[in-house]
């Protein structure tokens, strides 16, 4: 049966070019699957384009925690603060936002970081297994986090957090401030010290999703850019078709990973997902004269520095306000501020883009990665928050295999199940 643009009917149709539509995508193709992925921009585009590109088993912990919680309380009236919360939200958003302080317990934050954990050690097979095939393209590597502390207290509790991660497997080393600034020139006297997180690293994010579309139509998959999704038609108990400013869209499966706007998605379809938008931002410079070697973590300021290999990007905060896509200057003058303050040594900057995104956030910090009861024929495959770029392999492969028939492992399926 033909369909929209006149081809036929795909097995799967995924909605969203992001990292989690893409990944998809490619691990379907792969087992022979058709698939179309249906874009409403232009690729590389949204938080899959404009963030950090970071690589980061060292820091699992869920988006909804104690600190977070203070955090945000802290800087309500705060217009520059790294972490807000807008509590002038509508009731369905405030109902979101309960949800996401009774999950800030210390209890649920370990247990969250133990379903990271299972996620974050396969996605790292899975990534080292995409780079041996295009990871130059990509800029892919793990050479090391170094996060910099700029008061002896921040140092102390990221020191006893650094033996944590150490018995578990994950090395990490206490550094003073002169170590610092042996790995970081640029560095100034405002800091403490730092913990430089061997196993981290960093990719190219929109190199990255660049090179997941050629991969996915080098194996035969379609991606139709420009394509956005306004209704959807039912038969029994599944989807049959969606409508797309292209035309309908028919197939047996279909993937909802469409970030931040999966839950309007989940709505057209009678489900009402949990998944809100987190703002984020990010700076990036022309290449300084006097750059950094490895991605940084401004602990204090909670922002990220990573080089690549023609540029510098500055990114973070975190606005919890919903689909808000104005652009804060004044939070943009304070990264900027804390970036000259704390590096002062990279001299002159000059601007190449400022952007902004939404990251799909969840009430109890986890994603959503499962098939819904109703529609039965749906799947859906968001709410990573700032982990996406990171956990992208590991959830397209968990697609691909649900998909195919095959079942999760049960503690993972009860973390991430969207009926949950």
Known sequence: ????????????????????????????????????????????AGSSYGNA???????LQPL??????REGLRHLANPTGSFSIDL????????????????SRTDHVRYAVGIYRVLADRS????????RQGGQAYE??????????????????????AEELARSGRPARVLDADQVRDLVPAAGSCIAGGVFQEPDGRLHPAAFISWLADEVRRAGGRILEGTEVFGASL?????????????????????LAAGAWTGRLGAMLGRRLPVEAAKGYSITYEKPAKTVSLPLLLEEARVAVTPFADSLRLAGVLELSGLDDRLSARRIAAMEHDLRRILPGLGP???????????????DGLPIIGRLRRPHNVVVATGHATKGIFLGPVTGEMVSQLLSGSRLDPSLHKALDPNR
């Open 1 to 44: 049966m033909a369909t929209a643009m006149g081809a036929q009917k795909p097995d799967v149709v995924i909605v969203g070019g992001g990292v989690m539509g893409l990944t998809s995508a490619y691990y379907l193709a792969r087992q022979g699957a058709a698939v179309t992925v249906l874009e409403k921009g232009q690729l590389p």
């Open 88 to 103: 002038s939200a509508d009731p369905w958003r405030m109902a979101w936002l309960a949800r996401f302080v009774r999950h």
């Open 235 to 255: 038969a029994g108990t599944g989807v049959r078709r969606l409508q797309t400013t292209k035309g309908p869209m028919e197939a047996d499966q279909f993937v």
């Open 349 to 363: 900057l000059k601007v190449r883009e400022i952007w902004r995104g939404f990251r799909p956030c969840t009430p």
């Open 64 to 69: 909804c925690s104690p600190a977070n919680v």
């Open 124 to 131: 790292l097979v899975l990534h080292d297994d995409l780079v």
């Open 53 to 59: 590109g970071l690589v980061v088993p060292s820091h």
């Open 140 to 161: 892919y590597s793990r050479n090391g986090l170094l996060c910099i502390h700029e008061t002896p207290q921040s140092l102390e509790a990221a020191a006893r957090e």
